[in-house]
């Protein structure tokens, strides 16, 4: 380890120092540790913190956590040993930096703590600090990692601010931080709380980073032809190639400018990234995502690894999850995918909520129960100009509420929620359905609902949450989706559902992918993520 001349006036261990803010620390004060058991050999004056708290003018809940955190270790240094900065101090701080690197976050810079831990990680010079000043190096750090681990671990953005309504991951920032130190900043890959998936994008930011910096990201023009297929020569073919060279679509290491037969598969593999009909046309649809600039991937990526950092690291193991943009859902069965199903989703104007949610109830043979305001806007109206107009649609008035009859549609296969639903019980009033218009998950994107979610496979569905449930036999489930009454069924294991919204994402064959933002969320948070704020 480097050397360090330390000149240290006065930094003793001392029982007896008073500390006026009692009443608001929540943990006892652990008077076991000692200067011949510690960490470190360096203590901390409880006055020292107050000054700190103080002069920072730290609210109530960041000077609890200071105090809490100091108070629970009998005010032993955390980032300090009498040779300098401690292993833990190293690695927080390498990890710091590469995520302001990563997420260009001037948001997070301490000037004044940048320098100074600078000055003492530069390796060629011999510095000497003054015990206050490595006291206030201390506490700068502490609080700095505080605010680290809500930022990089828990998301700088509140969901709730922007109607996603979910339970959001809940980071323990002291727990975190003396882990940290018990590990010495060792296996800090392990260490961190995020997901999966948030690693897998990271990589990927900063393959995108790099691209960005080599300056190759040109637009690509089709020239005269609009489409191009294996065999074609063009200039524009030579310029495809070189594009999907720098994603790793493409592998084969040529600059001709005939279309192979190895970037077809290239070709397929990009249109497959882009939630596109994967062909192996090159077509304008497929430029004009090629074209995107590498700037917005990257604020795309860092958007959607903002989502990341709200989930949980360890998801539950059997779950269904929705994903808007991509138009799919997913059954996660002991933490591996069971099997993935085509969606169709609410429009820009009806857009399906974002929340989660236990799936418990399946029920056949639906009735529909209209809601208001689609009785309001379309069918009241349609009421008026014509008597018929309920009976040809195989609906029903049941009352009058507040100006607006009551209207619901009876079971079969012209109800609108086809021949079964599928009820995780919320306030939103969403859930998944059948449809009889099937043609419907013919398209690439699939917005078109009133906001609830329909399955292109609903029999495969209810097979799949009553697989345990001995009595719901295949025959049984066909005739109960065709039957001319409703039927109600208990799931006997609940099913979480997220209905999640991620324009980016590694899918299990580790291909990243992107989508557009069909609702303008991610518009949204680009306003609030990437706003500029004041270095401190």
């Given at each position: ?292 600039p590498v700037s917005t991937r990257i604020e795309q990526l860092l958007i959607n690894m903002e989502r990341m950092r709200w989930m949980p690291k360890e998801p539950e193991a059997n779950r269904i999850i929705v994903n808007i943009p991509e138009f799919k859902l997913h059954v996660i069965e002991n933490g591996k995918k069971a099997f993935d199903m085509n969606i169709v989703v609410g429009t820009a104007a009806n857009s399906t909520v974002i929340f ?174 990437f706003e500029q704020v004041k270095v401190n």
């Amino acid at each position: 380890m480097k050397e360090f001349c330390f000149i240290i006036a006065i930094v003793l261990w001392c029982c007896s120092c008073k500390n006026s803010n009692s009443s608001r620390i929540n943990t006892l004060r652990d008077t076991t540790i000692t200067p011949t058991n510690s960490f470190s050999e360096l203590f901390l004056d409880s006055a020292k913190l107050e000054d700190f708290i103080a002069e920072r003018k730290l609210g109530d809940s960041a000077a609890n956590r200071m105090r809490n955190f100091y108070n629970s270790r009998n005010y032993n240094f955390a980032w300090f040993t009498k040779e300098g900065l401690a292993e833990q101090a190293l690695a927080f701080w390498n990890l710091h930096n590469n995520y302001i690197q990563l997420s260009n976050d001037s948001s997070f810079i301490n000037k004044r703590l940048h320098e100074q831990m600078a000055l003492l990680i530069n390796e060629d010079s011999r510095v000497k600090i003054t015990s206050n000043e490595i006291s206030k190096t201390e506490l700068q750090l502490t609080e700095h990692f505080f605010e680290y681990a809500q930022y990089a671990y828990a998301g700088k953005i509140n969901p709730e601010e922007l109607q996603w309504h979910i339970l959001r991951k809940k980071v323990n920032a002291m727990a975190l931080l003396d882990s940290l130190i018990a590990t010495q900043g060792q296996n800090i890959e392990e260490w961190e709380p995020v997901n999966r998936q948030y690693n897998l994008m990271k990589n990927e930011l900063k393959r995108y980073n790099d691209i960005k910096k080599s300056g190759t990201w040109q637009v690509i023009s089709l020239g005269n032809k609009k489409t191009y297929k294996q065999g074609d020569s063009a200039i524009a073919v030579k310029y495809i190639k070189q594009r999907l060279a720098s994603t790793g679509d493409y592998n084969a290491n040529d600059t001709l400018q005939t279309f192979t037969n190895d970037l077809l598969v290239a070709v397929k593999r990009a249109q497959k990234r882009f939630g596109l009909n994967e062909n192996g046309i090159i077509d304008e649809t497929l430029i004009k995502s090629l074209n995107v600039p590498v700037s917005t991937r990257i604020e795309q990526l860092l958007i959607n690894m903002e989502r990341m950092r709200w989930m949980p690291k360890e998801p539950e193991a059997n779950r269904i999850i929705v994903n808007i943009p991509e138009f799919k859902l997913h059954v996660i069965e002991n933490g591996k995918k069971a099997f993935d199903m085509n969606i169709v989703v609410g429009t820009a104007a009806n857009s399906t909520v974002i929340f989660n949610d236990v799936l418990k109830y399946v029920v056949f043979s639906p009735y529909w129960n209209i809601p208001r305001s689609i009785v309001r806007n379309e069918i009241f109206p349609a009421m008026q100009r014509n008597r018929n107009y309920l009976s040809a649609r195989n609906m029903e008035q049941t009352g009058f509420s507040n100006g607006l009859p009551v209207i619901r549609q009876k079971p079969g296969g012209s109800n609108a929620l086809g021949l079964v639903k599928f009820i995780f019980p919320n306030s939103y009033n969403i859930y998944f359905h059948d449809t009889p218009s099937k043609s419907l998950f013919n398209r690439d994107k699939r917005a078109f609902s009133h906001g609830c979610i329909r399955l292109a496979e609903p029999k495969k569905m209810a097979e799949y949450l009553l697989r345990n449930q001995t009595e719901w036999t295949l025959g049984k489930i066909k005739e109960a989706m065709h039957a001319s009454k409703e039927k109600w069924v208990t799931l006997k294991e609940p099913v979480p559902v997220f209905i999640s919204y991620l324009t980016t994402w590694v899918s299990s064959d580790g291909l990243l992918n992107f989508r557009e933002d069909v609702y303008g969320h991610d518009k949204k948070m680009a306003e609030r993520l990437f706003e500029q704020v004041k270095v401190n």
